[in-house]
């Protein structure tokens, strides 16, 4: 490797030298190593660093700082290579992008969520990893729908816990409701996810033009978005 003067930076000792991608290497003076034993070092500012790795997978920028998720050993951490230390150790099964904002990692198939920097938000305790549903105007930044012990739950961008993980099966927000499962009975939450119907039904559908067609023993009928009867009411219902 040599540069603009021509001076040489690196011996002739690798297979491989690549810069680290823009626009996290403004500087060109970061760049990827690769060995005949095809292991990978950074070479930053004139320096090879020490940490050999298998790969380097991801790139986060938190406040300018580049974070680089690595893996060595079979296991990923976070590397702050202008520190020179790791901000997670490298013993996770893996660790990825969430949001835009946040990192999720899976220890020992134990999801938990951390700040790009590092720092734990929320421990080790989800079952997968949180799934981030698009934005409403109830919650502007979007939610999380997370998954404990066989039972969903709600997080909001900020990780404010919504909804406990209490429910077989959360449905998307339709027409100002959102279907919910527990034991096999349905009912329904609002924009804020408060209950506002029961989960009293066996089935239950979408509600069109404010009613909703429900099941419950045999019985087949409509509800309004309150939960009253108003069309094909079973006797004692209406």
């Known amino acids: ?55 380097i997978k991801h790139i986060y920028v938190r406040k300018k700082r580049p974070v680089l998720v690595v893996q060595t050993l079979n296991r990923f951490g976070l590397y702050d290579y202008e520190r020179e230390e790791y901000t997670l150790p490298p013993k996770f099964d893996e660790i990825g992008w969430l949001a ?47 998954q404990k012990k066989g039972k969903f739950g709600i997080l909001s ?15 998307s927000l339709y027409k100002g409701r959102r279907a919910i499962m527990k034991n096999h009975k349905w009912g329904y939450l609002n924009t804020d996810f408060k209950k506002v119907i029961p989960l009293i039904y066996d089935q239950v559908n979408r509600f069109q033009y404010g009613k909703a067609q429900v099941k419950r023993g045999n019985d087949i009928f409509y509800i309004d978005q309150t939960g009253q009867c108003i069309i094909d009411c079973p006797n004692g219902l209406k």
Do not use: M
Not at 19 to 27: D, F
Not at 112 to 127: A, E, F, L, N
Not at 158 to 171: A, C, D, G, Q, R
């Open 1 to 55: 490797l040599a540069n603009h003067q021509g001076l040489v930076g690196l011996p002739n000792t690798y297979r491989n030298i690549s810069p680290l991608a823009e626009p996290y290497n403004k500087g060109n003076d970061t760049f990827i190593l690769t060995s005949d034993q095809l292991q990978l070092q950074l070479w930053v500012k004139g320096k090879v660093l020490p940490p050999v790795f298998q790969t």
């Open 100 to 146: 835009d904002t946040y990192l999720y990692a899976n220890f020992r198939g134990r999801f938990g969520i951390y700040s790009q920097t590092g720092q734990k938000k929320i421990g080790h305790k989800y079952d997968t990893k949180p799934k981030q549903y698009s934005k409403s105007e109830a919650y502007p930044e979007g939610y999380f729908k997370v």
């Open 157 to 171: 961008f900020k990780l404010e816990v919504l909804l406990p993980p209490k429910y077989h099966t959360i449905h």
